[in-house]
């Protein structure tokens, strides 16, 4: 069950004026992602709108905003350039239902693999990311088409709206909480900029200087169903499986990250399962009706959780108010200072960003400190899924080293004159070459006993050394004997046979990860 933190009228509440917010803040990234990826605006406008409603309504992460996303949109961008749109959108609807396919699977366990120095790398590089974005807020098109720093009375007017908006969120919750800070704010500034006629860029604005067209806007109707036209072939295959593939990858890391995010502020916890099968449903509707996909969206989510939101009603509340706009109410959205926006989206930073890790140098494991900083790094230069995957590769080599430097024995030579070996720490992959030197079977006696009482073998690969070892005592003229050896491993023990002598006492009863026993 969810935990909710408000009286059920509250929450209704919350979630309703949460999710206007979140809509607000909506429309200038779905709009700036649909040109990341190369596709008109109302593409990603769609996109956004059917994410966000069907990940609220079926999705395992009540509170959490989905829409189309800058990291799955640079993927996109080549095979639009390369093919078209539809192909697009047959590339959509086979990444959702290769995700569905992830969540029937119940892969999204695997998530909790992920360690908590990636997630700190994660959130870290994600706040970075989200900071930077905003500062191409601050550039104009110049006379010869490069973008230029905005200067004078414009760069000052800029700022004071930008802190004015961040002052806002700051300091309201403080004399009420009736209405969400951050949406407060943004009609405020823009009621402000409206009455003193102040010169600061717009929504508007923001849509000329991206299509080059005076009379860009973001109205437009209801998406419709249409099958993509592409070819029914193999050949077609071949082109959206690639993109389609890395697509679900993206879209799957990225949302359940955020689910985990989500779920340690909210002190409660979401089903990763269900959010994959949300997920790919949500796709495959978007490529049936012309939206561009999209995944989890941390900063709207962060938005969300921040103003109050915490239900599924606040995802169906910005879904439903950004079609609202599209269709109802695209001037008064056009209208709203950029300034306002970028203010929103500085406190998210401020919000996300874990300042804790500057004081847990030197106070945690320095390879910890470094997998955290390197995943920032490749989320800021890179991309987020490729930051997590390293992560989790250095984490996993680095974790397996230390294991390694555990393994060790100590032998000593008992009344009937047989050598024993107690070994400790465990036996895998990694231990393999510091278990080989701890024996000398040309020197050893006759008889030779090796406890793995206080030791675990944890792979094939431990399972083949044993077998390697007792194939080095026989050459010697030596017997082994084997103790506290599970019934796996014995099984597997197949070129020792009669050779190796096994305690059947005393074994424990663990099990031993192995292909040939799936």
Not at 319 to 336: G, N, Y
Request: aromatic residues 8%; charged residues 15%; proline residues 4%.
């Amino acid at each position: 069950m969810f935990q909710l933190t408000c009286p059920g009228s509250q929450c209704v509440k919350n979630d309703v004026l949460s999710g206007l917010t979140v809509a607000l803040a909506l429309v200038p990234e779905a709009v700036a992602f649909a040109f990341v990826a190369g596709v008109e605006p109302l593409v990603g406008l769609y996109g956004a709108f059917m994410m966000g409603l069907i990940t609220a309504l079926i999705g395992g992460r009540p509170g959490m905003i989905s829409g189309a996303t800058g990291a799955m949109a640079v993927v996109m961008v080549s095979l639009v350039a390369t093919h078209g749109v539809q192909y697009l959108f047959a590339a959509v609807v086979l990444t959702g239902l290769l995700q569905i396919g992830a969540g029937l699977l119940r892969l999204g366990k695997f998530i909790r693999l992920v360690p908590f120095p990636v997630m700190l790398g994660f959130v870290n590089g994600l706040a970075i990311v989200i900071f930077l974005a905003q500062l191409k807020q601050f550039e104009v098109p110049g006379v010869d088409g490069a973008s230029t720093w905005l200067s004078g009375s414009s760069l000052w007017v800029m700022l004071a709206l930008v802190a004015l908006t961040m002052a806002i969120i700051q300091f309201l919750p403080r004399i009420t909480v009736a209405i969400p800070a951050s949406l407060a704010a943004i009609v405020t500034v823009t009621l402000l900029v409206i009455a003193f006629g102040l010169d600061a860029r717009t929504v508007q604005d923001v849509l000329r200087d991206m299509t080059g067209n005076p009379a860009a806007t973001i109205a437009g109707g209801l998406p419709s169903f249409s099958i993509p036209a592409v070819p029914l072939t193999w050949q077609t295959l071949e082109i959206i499986l690639p993109y389609s593939l890395v697509l679900a990858g993206v879209g799957l890391i990225e949302s359940l990250l955020t689910l985990n995010l989500i779920d340690e502020l909210t002190e409660t916890r979401g089903r990763g399962n269900r959010e994959c099968i949300g997920q790919g449903v949500a796709n495959s509707v978007n490529g049936l009706f012309g939206g561009m996909g999209g995944c989890a969206m941390i900063g709207q989510s962060l938005i969300n959780i921040n103003s109050g939101g915490r239900g599924r009603l606040s995802g169906i509340t910005a879904a439903l108010s950004l079609l609202a706009f599209i269709l109802f109410a695209s001037d008064l959205i056009e209208m709203i200072p950029v300034a306002a926006l970028v203010g929103v989206m500085f406190v998210v930073v401020l919000g996300t960003f874990e300042w804790a890790s500057f004081r847990m140098f030197g106070k945690v494991p320095l390879s910890d400190t470094l997998v955290s900083v390197l995943v920032a790094a490749v989320t800021v230069v890179s991309d987020l899924a490729i930051a997590v995957i390293i992560g989790v590769i250095v984490s996993a080599l680095v974790f397996a080293w230390e294991h390694a430097k555990q393994m060790g024995a100590k032998s000593f030579i008992d009344e009937n004159g047989t050598k024993i070996y107690e070994l400790h720490g465990p036996l895998f992959f990694g231990s393999i070459h510091a278990f080989n030197q701890l024996f000398d079977p040309r020197n050893d006696p006759d008889d030779v006993v090796i406890d793995f009482y206080d030791s675990r073998v944890a792979d094939h690969s431990g399972l083949e050394a044993i077998d390697a070892l007792a194939d080095r005592y026989l050459r010697a003229g030596k017997t082994l004997h084997l103790k506290h050896l599970s019934q796996e491993c014995r099984t597997l023990l197949e070129k020792a046979g009669s050779l190796v002598e096994v305690n059947l006492l005393e074994d424990p009863r663990y099990h031993v990860a192995d292909d040939r026993l799936a």
